[in-house]
C-alpha cells in the first residue's frame, strides 16, 4: 500500500468538494489503496483551519460541524510523530510551518508529500522526496495501477 504525506488544504479541499482531486485521494484512503499520514502538529493545523470563520461556509450547508470534521480526520489519517532527528535536518523552506511535512516524509519513509502549496511544491526531489499535486498523483497511480483503481 502507497503511503502519502497529505498537506492540510488537501484534506480540506477533499472534504468539500465532490469531484475534485483531492476527494479521489481521500476515497483512495477509504478503499484502502493508499495510507494517510499526518502527525500531532498536521493535525493541530487542521483543526485551526475547521475553526476559522472563512471554511464555515463550506461546512455549514452541509449540516457539518467542526468536530465532525475532526472526526472524519481521525479516521482518514494515519498518526506518525516526526523522530527527532529530523530537526537536525536543514529544509531550505520559505514558510517553516510547512517543514512539517518534509519533517514527517522522512521520518515516516514516505516518499510522497501531496500539496498545492508553492512553498512545498518547490522542494521536489529534495531528500529524494516526490512532492506533487492531488491531481498529478491520481493520474500517476490510475497508469501505474492499469486504470484499475476502484477494483481489488
Known amino acids: 500500500m502507497i503511503k502519502v504525506v497529505p498537506d492540510t488544504n488537501i484534506l480540506l479541499k477533499g472534504m468539500f468538494g465532490y469531484k475534485s482531486p483531492e476527494r479521489k485521494l481521500l476515497t483512495f484512503s477509504l478503499l484502502k489503496k493508499i495510507q494517510l499520514i499526518g502527525a ?3 493535525k493541530e493545523e487542521f483543526k485551526e483551519k475547521v ?27 494515519i498518526m506518525h510523530e516526526p523522530l527527532e532527528s529530523t530537526n537536525e535536518i536543514q529544509i531550505p523552506i520559505r514558510d517553516p510551518e510547512d517543514a512539517i511535512f518534509i519533517k514527517l516524509a522522512l521520518s515516516a519513509n514516505i516518499p510522497i508529500i501531496i500539496s498545492e502549496d508553492k512553498d512545498l511544491l518547490v522542494l521536489d526531489g529534495f531528500e529524494s ?24
Open 40 to 42: 500531532t502538529e498536521t
Open 51 to 77: 475553526y476559522m470563520e472563512s471554511l464555515q461556509r463550506f461546512w455549514r450547508p452541509k449540516n457539518f460541524s467542526p468536530e465532525k470534521i475532526l472526526l472524519d480526520y481521525e479516521s482518514l489519517v
Open 129 to 152: 522526496l516526490r512532492i506533487t499535486t492531488a491531481e498529478k498523483f491520481i493520474s500517476a497511480y490510475s497508469k501505474t495501477h492499469g486504470g484499475t483503481i476502484f477494483t481489488k
